[in-house]
């Protein structure tokens, strides 16, 4: 049976050109926090574009990477983690608080995500950062991963979140950068990911096999070339199946 309702989210205020048509077409905006991508004042207008189109507002933190945009491993000690997601959390924050809206959810960026999704303690780092800034921020972490789990222990709402261009493994880890098939080359391609997950609770992996998942919201990219046609495609497929799209509450 279809889901009856999904979070849309997508990575904005990266550099990539095209949050103001993308925004329209989704329902929550992870917003780069100055580290990967992003400075000022392009939080700033990701944070009004959002205002103005209604789109729940989330922080984006990363390594500190700009030139390989945040997506190369770093080993951290757990506190360099938690004051590097904290001082990206908390700079957000203050821009949204001048904008008069609030931060509801936070979502790793790159490598640190994927780190934190296999590897426990930088996913109980990442989820302390988030806490001691406030409880009320829901955390967003792939399904099935290690930062979910530190989320609820550290007394988080956790968001499981699914991928639509991305592929998966058949341990249920994402498809790694660096290897070919790591990204679905099509809108339908992507589209079918979607819709079966939320029909089935599944997703075929690279090897042919079907991996349980469970899909709270869906990752749209902001920064690929066609990124918009998969955001407007993915939208309405899911609107054409009666699917409401909402942020989580």
Known sequence: MMSA???LNCDLGEGAGCDEELMP???SANIACGAHAGDEASMRAAVRLARRYGVAIGAHPGFADREHFGRRERVLAPREIVALVRGQVEALRSIAAEEGVLVTH???HGALYNMAAKDAVVAEAVAEAVA???TTMRLYGLAGG???KAGR???LRV???VFADRTYQADGALTPRGRPDALHAGVA???GQVLRMLREGCVRATDGTDVIIAAETVCLHGDGPAAVEFAAGVRQALLAESVVLRALK
């Open 5 to 7: 309702a999904i979070d």
């Open 25 to 27: 077409l989704i329902t």
């Open 106 to 108: 936070v979502k790793p």
């Open 132 to 134: 001691g800034v406030d």
């Open 146 to 148: 290690e930062l979910l």
């Open 153 to 155: 222990a550290a007394g």
């Open 159 to 161: 968001a499981s979140e």
């Open 189 to 191: 391609e992507a589209v």
